[in-house]
């Protein structure tokens, strides 16, 4: 079942010049291979961004809404071809099989969207100040983009991102991350068989250091986006700005859940299990922080810890398969230190906090769910990004203390507050500093039109998703149209 891949580039497959190759394998089940691929170094990365620089000429041209009859036949390959797509996304990267079609399902979304976009790309038309005189501005393609993805949405983040930028007439050069490129590379090749031309998405397989920082540092390339953590955001966002390249940049998160006195428990308790341990926790929106109300907190942990200890872990083909693996040793690895920590800082640790070993999880990269209880808002377990099924979850007496705990992070993604009183629910969506606040429904679960991002540390300014994603992928171009045949004076005429 194991297969070679290759880059395409300017409409061919290739390997890295250098021949280097490096192996996928399944977090499930390590002795099952999903492929081989190019391990690609600068020399690709500028082979790549020629190809796409001289791509764009052309596809600059192309009448938007032509862009946009491409966009909607790649929505209905994915369609089509959901469910083998689904399939390999679980083998490589773990996420079970429910959730790796909901992933594809954004990736159809966000083309079907893209595609209508391509009619709607509006510009604005103003009066001018003087007479006989038109202003008008409208969108422009920038050029080529960057697009460096994550392994934890391996579909629908590269489609949020190269879709919007090519439907806008830019050009793409992709970099997904090295645990789920066999789910790019098939994204890749729909966007070729749909009839993207040559040399306008392009995609280079390797690490971060040598292909992704490749990309950032080219001096052709305008426009960078990227999904990961907060510390490689940083430094991508410095090397970018020595050629003044527009940068996006959707980073960590530590969501919180605030269920309240007068909460649905039952409610609340699928929405947490499913915010906490989704992906086995392995989003940005995932929930890590649990804030709950005194007057309901001893019922709600039984429930809880009950319901946590009979989730299933398995493999994510298997039906009944509830959590699948941590995508790769190191992200396990990371997980576990940070039980660790909890534990020296003196948190309860009430479920979970250990490998997964029984039967079939010997061979995968495994993690029971976890929860830890008595943490306070300072601990490291209540401040930083953990990416794996870890809950700290906080005693509060009153939704005050509960925003200002909410707040009280370096990041600002998601957030969500369980609660029948219409009062609490828009004091929190007024006072939680996030980019995306739920009321009655878990912190994940983000819809493909709606804007998508976070202030503070989650990133830096930009949304993805509808609309607003557009704004990143045009630049403005004012015009003026003079028809009264004289010079006239802006400011000076009066
Ligand atoms: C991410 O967590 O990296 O909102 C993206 C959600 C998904 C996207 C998450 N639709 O959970």
Redesign the pocket.
């Known amino acids: 079942m194991s297969k070679k891949y290759q880059n395409f580039i300017n409409g061919k497959w290739v390997d890295a010049k250098s021949g280097k190759t490096f192996e996928n394998r399944n977090p499930a089940n390590w002795d099952e291979l999903i492929g081989t691929f190019p391990k690609s170094g600068v020399e690709d990365v500028n082979e790549a961004v020629d190809a796409a620089k001289k791509a764009f000429e052309k596809w600059r041209l192309v009448p938007a809404p032509k862009r946009g009859e491409i966009m909607k036949k790649v929505g209905d390959i994915l369609v089509a071809r959901k469910e083998e797509i689904a399939t390999l996304m679980t083998r490589e990267m773990g996420k079970v099989l429910m959730e790796t079609r909901?992933?594809v399902q954004?990736g159809i979304d966000t083309a079907y969207y893209a595609s209508s976009e391509t009619r709607r790309l509006f510009g604005h038309t103003v009066p001018s100040e003087l007479p006989n005189k038109f202003n008008m501005s409208i969108r422009i393609p920038i050029g080529v983009a960057g697009v460096i993805t994550?392994w934890?949405?391996p579909m629908?983040?590269p489609t949020w991102k190269i879709f919007p930028a090519i439907v806008c007439g830019n050009t793409v050069v992709f970099k997904p991350a090295s645990d789920t490129p066999a789910t790019a590379t098939l994204l890749v090749e729909i966007l070729a068989e749909a009839g993207v031309p040559d040399g306008v998405v392009n995609i280079v397989h390797g690490g971060g250091g040598e292909v992704g920082m490749g990309i950032v540092n080219h001096p052709d390339v305008e426009l960078i986006s990227f999904?990961g953590g907060t510390d490689v955001g940083i430094k991508i966002s410095e090397a970018a700005a020595k050629t003044l390249k527009r940068v996006s940049l959707?980073l960590g998160?530590k969501n919180a859940v605030i269920i309240m006195d007068d909460a649905d428990l039952e409610l609340a308790l699928e929405g947490v299990i499913w915010g906490a341990f989704?992906?086995t926790g392995?989003?940005?929106?995932?929930t890590s922080r649990l804030l709950l109300h005194d007057k309901v907190y001893d019922k709600f942990m039984d429930m809880l810890v009950k319901k946590t200890k009979s989730l299933k872990l398995g493999n994510g083909l298997n039906p009944d398969t509830q959590v699948g693996p941590c995508v790769n040793e190191g992200q396990r690895k990371s997980v576990h230190s940070y039980v660790e920590i909890g534990l020296n800082e003196g948190a309860r640790l009430v479920c979970g906090g250990k490998f997964a070993t029984d039967g079939d999880l010997n061979k995968g990269w495994f993690y029971e769910p976890t929860i830890f209880e008595n943490v306070t808002p300072n601990m490291r377990i209540a401040q930083e990004e953990i990416f794996g099924p870890v809950l700290s979850v906080i005693r509060i007496k009153n939704l005050e203390e509960a925003i200002e705990i909410v707040n009280g992070t370096i990041y600002g993604?998601?957030s969500s507050i369980y609660t029948k009183n219409v009062n609490d629910a828009f004091v929190a969506i007024r006072d939680i500093k996030a980019g995306?606040t739920y009321v009655n429904a878990p912190?994940?679960?983000?819809?493909?039109h709606m804007p998508?991002g976070g202030v503070k540390k989650t990133g830096n300014g930009h949304r993805e998703g509808g609309w607003t994603v557009y704004d990143f992928y045009t630049e403005w171009k004012t015009v003026y149209v003079d028809y009264s045949g004289r010079l006239q004076k802006a400011q000076i005429d009066t």
């Not at 392995?282 to 995932?286: D, I, L, N, V």
């Not at 912190?443 to 493909?448: M, P, R």
Request: net charge negative; with cysteine.
């Open positions: 909901g992933d954004e994550p934890n949405f629908a983040i999904t959707e998160g989704g992906t392995q989003r940005c929106t995932a993604l998601s995306i912190t994940i679960g983000a819809e493909a998508f």
